[in-house]
């Protein structure tokens, strides 16, 4: 079957420091694979994306993930936490419907804290 | 980037009765929407995907004649919840993935929380 995982419900940061949020994930073929956050009674802001090319993506806020094929994750990083960071983050991968649709599949969501 | 507003963002209504979720893109054309709820603390799952002009297609367990989906435009998708129950109040969220294509990039609405008492 199909799926994202993300092993961690919450990750603890102190400001300023690197952090990293894990995922892994299982599809056929090759992977599209994408990082949202959400913060409280929000919905979802799209944060960057893997479809091909460079095994490091960049995206908002001074996210990046790492694409790696052998261990199958994506994993996103940041080089310094930011207080603001502190929010809902989900893994998400694009897999095959019905009727060859595609649809995005999340992971549970790990709980991302900054502290001052 | 791409926005998707849904209308109502939250709404409160008495068990029995029927409750319209608006989901629109507003600076780009979607063939397909999707519908997904979200239980506190729980990830999103996806209840169904809506093609302009077709029949949605329903993710298994759920219902259907509960859930009515309908894709008229390529703007406009919405979700019905007929004879709502407290068992439906959620965190309801769509999303639009744009006809022409941004890398296959999915935009989701803010949300609406329903409330049935």
């Known amino acids: 079957a199909q799926s994202v995982a993300q092993p961690e419900d919450q990750v603890n940061v102190a400001e300023g420091n690197p952090l990293t949020v894990k995922c892994t994930y299982s599809?056929?073929?090759?992977?599209?694979l994408f990082w949202y956050v959400q913060y409280p009674n929000r919905g979802l802001q799209f944060l960057l994306k893997?479809?091909?090319?460079?095994?490091l993506v960049k995206g908002s806020y001074g996210f990046e993930a790492e694409f790696n094929k052998s261990q199958t994750s994506f994993h996103l990083k940041k080089p310094s936490a930011l207080v603001s960071d502190s929010a809902l983050y989900f893994c998400?991968?694009?897999?095959?419907?019905?009727?060859?649709?595609?649809?995005?599949?999340f992971g549970s969501g790990t709980r991302l804290s900054i502290r001052p | 980037g791409a926005v998707v507003s849904q209308h109502p963002s939250w709404v409160i209504c008495k068990s029995g009765t029927s409750v319209k979720i608006e989901c629109r893109s507003l600076?780009?054309?979607?063939?397909?929407m999707f519908w997904y709820r979200q239980f506190p603390k729980q990830s999103l799952m996806l209840m169904a995907t809506s093609n302009e002009g077709s029949k949605a297609t329903y993710e298994q367990g759920v219902e259907k004649d509960k859930f009515l989906i309908n894709h008229a435009s390529l703007t406009l998708s919405t979700l019905t919840v007929t004879s709502a129950h407290p068992e439906d109040s959620s965190f309801y969220i769509c999303?639009?993935?744009?006809?022409?294509?941004?890398?296959?990039?999915?935009?989701f609405g803010p949300g609406t929380r329903l409330l049935v008492l």
């Open positions: 998400a991968v694009r897999v095959s419907g019905y009727s060859s649709a595609s649809k995005i599949i």
């Open positions: 600076d780009f054309q979607a063939t397909t």
């Open positions: 599809v056929s073929g090759n992977p599209y």
């Open positions: 999303s639009a993935r744009e006809t022409s294509g941004r890398g296959q990039t999915q935009y």
């Open positions: 893997y479809i091909t090319g460079d095994n």
